[in-house]
């Protein structure tokens, strides 16, 4: 089947796929088609007149053909291309996401994209990428996503290099998961709820007489284990005690919060503040969601914005 009878398939943007001939459609270009056309009246003009020059002629201009598809196919073949994302993408604003070409190759390309997601058919939708040694990375803007998981991008490429001849064409396809994070929404509610469930007890690690034996856990150090208790019972349990000092209670972000009836846009939006201001604070809380609950932990902030985005 040929080359252009029908769109290539796309290439998976994953940092390891490169770009194969199966992946690549030819066109011609206007000049191309001149071009060719040209080679069509002087092989009907050497036949008919037997004009030795006018052979010369087609077939040194077939080679020029020839050779400018080669080229141009030497353009993109091989490339590969990754994507760095930013550590985190809010609803509302611009997903910006950076393009890497990874083949380590020396020679210069010249690669148009179509970055629109909105194509118009004008110029605009194209952007040029240079490709050399010292340039590899391109910054690839989005428009405002909702919240949730970023759909499936496609990426168009083209390429004319280096006679203008043939158009080659590709496709790419970027499928990783990325989570859009909810837009933060400014508010104030009129009672802020405390994890009045929790320890009201400070714990602490020092002290002379053990408040509480707890389960071991690996991080405590062996100065810390019940040995005694150890001996009489076989369970191995941790020493900890009581300073008496009260300690706080987290901030509990609810979706209980919110009166009902509210979008789950909303209170997603509005909850996604309350976790940004409290982890700026440095304020413990947790964050309570249907059949959901994020404590304290490392990462908490990322934890709860994945959960929020994907809600």
């Not at 760095?84 to 690669?111: H, I, M």
């Not at 994209?113 to 490709?131: M, N, R, V």
């Not at 496609?154 to 001849?165: I, K, N, Q, R, V």
Request: with cysteine.
């Amino acid at each position: 089947m040929l080359l252009w009878s029908e769109p290539p398939s796309p290439t998976l943007i994953d940092g390891h796929t490169a770009l194969r001939a199966r992946n690549i459609r030819f066109n011609l270009t206007r000049m191309g088609w001149g071009l060719a056309i040209a080679c069509i009246l002087l092989w009907i003009m050497a036949v008919n007149y037997q004009i030795n020059v006018a052979y010369a002629l087609v077939f040194w201009l077939l080679g020029i053909l020839v050779f400018g598809a080669l080229a141009s196919f030497r353009q993109l073949s091989g490339l590969i291309l990754a994507v760095v994302p930013q550590s985190e993408y809010f609803a509302g604003k611009d997903c910006v996401l950076t393009l890497r070409a990874c083949d380590n190759s020396k020679r210069t390309r010249w690669l148009w994209l179509q970055t629109a997601q909105e194509i118009s058919g004008t110029p605009e939708d194209w952007q040029l990428w240079k490709i050399t040694p010292e340039n590899t990375d391109f910054v690839w803007t989005l428009p405002p996503q909702r919240r949730g998981i970023l759909p499936t991008l496609m990426l168009a490429g083209a390429s004319m290099a280096p006679f203008g001849l043939i158009m080659i064409k590709t496709q790419w396809e970027f499928t990783d998961e990325i989570v859009i994070f909810p837009e933060p929404i400014e508010h104030t509610i009129s009672s802020v709820r405390s994890n009045s469930g929790e320890q009201n007890s400070q714990i602490s690690q020092s002290g002379q007489d053990p408040a509480y034996l707890l389960p071991h856990q690996n991080a405590i150090s062996a100065r810390q284990i019940a040995w005694k208790h150890y001996a009489k019972s076989g369970d191995l349990l941790d020493k900890y005690f009581e300073q008496g000092a009260p300690l706080a209670d987290p901030l509990l972000i609810s979706y209980r919060d919110y009166p009902q009836g509210t979008s789950v846009e909303q209170m997603a939006s509005k909850m996604c503040f309350r976790v940004l201001a409290a982890d700026a604070r440095g304020e413990k809380y947790i964050l309570e969601l249907p059949r959901q609950r994020y404590e304290a932990a490392t990462a908490q902030r990322t934890q709860c914005l994945n959960a929020l985005g994907r809600w």
